[in-house]
């Protein structure tokens, strides 16, 4: 009797290990997270939620921000480059000019002047005195190419203050000459001494 107890109970507890060694408690899964990345042109830019997005600006990684308009939506999803310099420039209003000297000190997305938009457009296609061997069109919709003048209509009705159109002149100023445009750490103006902190240029 005693044997066959003895027994049992050393098949209980073969049983049991066995158990054990051939079906480990199987593994929590693994939440899922926000760190994939798409590339886009130099930028990083981490999915997160439909409402927030992790983005890198001219080199530095910004944390989540919640997305406050369409248009700044249309920034960090299309024109990343141009996050900091649009927030600055106009908060993402494209129909927006310089709060202190009006629109001769800037306009639109990433505050062009005038001078600078009707060069940056002859630039870009080739024009009088860049209809140079080297030069190569740039993609503009028609409804982009066309200069300003001031004074600029009340219903701000140029394409300087078409949203696309701005940011579209501004990517190729960026990607072209660098942040110069919107000043230095040594100039008095313009918007880049606002927010240097935030990025890290080649330039």
């Given at each position: 009797?005693?044997?066959?107890?003895?027994?049992?109970?050393?098949?209980?507890?073969?049983?049991?290990?066995?158990?054990?060694?051939?079906?480990?408690?199987?593994?929590?899964?693994?939440?899922?997270?926000?760190?994939?990345?798409?590339?886009?042109?130099?930028?990083?830019?981490?999915?997160?939620?439909?409402?927030?997005?992790?983005?890198?600006?001219?080199?530095?990684?910004?944390?989540?921000?919640?997305?406050?308009?369409?248009?700044?939506?249309?920034?960090?999803?299309?024109?990343?480059?141009?996050y900091?310099?649009?927030?600055?420039?106009?908060?993402?209003?494209?129909?927006?000019?310089?709060?202190?000297?009006?629109?001769?000190?800037?306009?639109?997305?990433?505050?062009?002047?005038?001078?600078?938009?009707?060069?940056?457009?002859?630039?870009?296609?080739?024009?009088?005195?860049?209809?140079?061997?080297?030069?190569?069109?740039?993609?503009?919709?028609?409804?982009?190419?066309?200069?300003?003048?001031?004074?600029?209509?009340?219903?701000?009705?140029?394409?300087?203050?078409?949203?696309?159109?701005?940011?579209?002149a501004?990517?190729?100023?960026?990607?072209?000459?660098?942040?110069?445009?919107?000043?230095?750490?040594d100039?008095?103006?313009g918007?880049?001494?606002?927010?240097?902190?935030?990025?890290?240029?080649?330039?």
């Amino acid at each position: 009797m005693l044997r066959n107890i003895v027994l049992i109970t050393i098949l209980i507890v073969i049983l049991a290990i066995g158990f054990i060694v051939f079906n480990p408690e199987p593994k929590k899964q693994q939440a899922e997270t926000s760190s994939l990345v798409l590339v886009q042109g130099n930028s990083l830019m981490a999915i997160s939620s439909p409402t927030k997005v992790g983005y890198q600006v001219l080199g530095a990684i910004i944390g989540e921000r919640e997305i406050d308009s369409e248009e700044e939506r249309r920034v960090v999803e299309q024109y990343p480059d141009l996050y900091w310099a649009s927030k600055y420039e106009s908060n993402f209003d494209p129909k927006v000019c310089n709060n202190e000297i009006g629109c001769k000190g800037g306009m639109g997305m990433v505050g062009f002047i005038a001078s600078t938009w009707n060069s940056t457009l002859d630039r870009m296609m080739c024009r009088d005195k860049y209809d140079t061997e080297n030069c190569l069109i740039s993609y503009l919709p028609k409804i982009c190419d066309k200069k300003i003048y001031h004074p600029m209509s009340e219903e701000r009705i140029e394409p300087v203050f078409n949203a696309e159109c701005n940011l579209i002149a501004g990517q190729w100023l960026y990607s072209n000459d660098g942040t110069d445009h919107w000043g230095t750490e040594d100039t008095k103006w313009g918007s880049y001494k606002h927010w240097a902190k935030y990025v890290r240029t080649n330039y």
